[in-house]
C-alpha cells in the first residue's frame, strides 16, 4: 500500500487537462470560475486552482466537484489553511503524510502537491471503505463513524459545486444548481 501511494504522488502533471475535449473544459472552468469568483478573487490563480485541481482529481478517480466541496469544508479555499491539528493548505492534509507516502521536502502549501496528496489520500480512503463515501470521508476528516464531517461535504458538494454539462452557464449572480444525493452516499455509517 505504502508503495503504490507513494508512486501516485510522485508522478508529475502532465501539461494537458483531463477533459474530453476543449469545449468541455472551457464550459466547466467558465461554470465552476463563476461559482469561486467570490472565494478566490484573482482570475489567473481560480484558473489555475481548478485546471490543477480537475486534473489531480480526475488523475485520483474523484468528482471534482467532490473536491471542491471537501474543500470549501476544510479551507474555505484558503491556500495556506492550517488546523489546529496541523493540517495544512486547500484540503488539510496533515503533515505526517510527506513522511508515509511522499517525502519530507514536499510542501504542503504548494498548489499541485497539497491537491495531489488530498486526492491521492480520498482515493485510498474510498477504497479502504469498498466506495462508501461517507466512511471515506470520516477517515478523511478523523472523524469516523460521526455525521458531521461527511454530511456537510456532501451538502457543499450538492449545494454549491453540482455540475451538469447540459445546463447553461450560470451568471455571476445567480445560485447555484442543486441535486440529489450521489448513489454511493450513505448518510449513515456502517
Not at 480537475?54 to 467532490?66: F, I, N, S
Not at 488539510?92 to 521536502?105: E, L, N, R
Not at 464531517?149 to 445567480?174: E, F, G, M, T
Request: proline share 5%; glycine share 6%; net charge positive.
Amino acid at each position: 500500500m505504502r508503495a503504490s501511494l507513494s508512486r501516485a504522488v510522485s508522478d508529475t502533471a502532465v501539461a494537458v487537462h483531463a477533459f474530453a475535449s476543449d469545449a468541455e473544459a472551457a464550459h466547466w472552468l467558465a461554470d465552476m470560475s463563476v461559482r469561486l469568483q467570490r472565494r478566490m478573487p484573482d482570475e489567473a490563480l481560480r484558473r489555475e486552482f481548478l485546471l490543477t485541481l480537475h486534473y489531480e482529481a480526475t488523475r485520483a478517480g474523484l468528482d471534482p466537484q467532490l473536491v471542491l466541496g471537501l474543500i470549501q469544508v476544510e479551507s474555505a479555499f484558503r491556500k495556506y489553511a492550517v488546523s489546529s491539528a496541523g493540517a495544512r493548505g486547500f484540503m488539510q492534509v496533515m503533515p505526517f503524510w510527506t513522511d508515509v507516502i511522499g517525502s519530507a521536502d514536499h510542501n504542503l502549501f504548494h498548489l499541485l502537491t497539497n491537491l495531489r496528496y488530498g486526492c491521492v489520500i480520498l482515493r485510498h480512503y474510498l477504497d479502504m471503505e469498498q466506495g462508501n463515501l461517507f466512511r471515506a470521508l470520516g477517515r478523511y476528516n478523523g472523524s469516523l463513524g460521526r455525521p458531521e464531517y461527511p454530511n456537510l461535504v456532501v451538502r457543499a458538494w450538492i449545494a454549491n459545486w453540482k455540475y451538469d454539462p447540459r445546463a447553461p452557464l450560470q451568471v455571476a449572480d445567480s445560485a447555484p444548481r442543486a441535486a440529489g444525493l450521489p448513489a454511493d452516499y450513505s448518510a449513515r455509517p456502517r
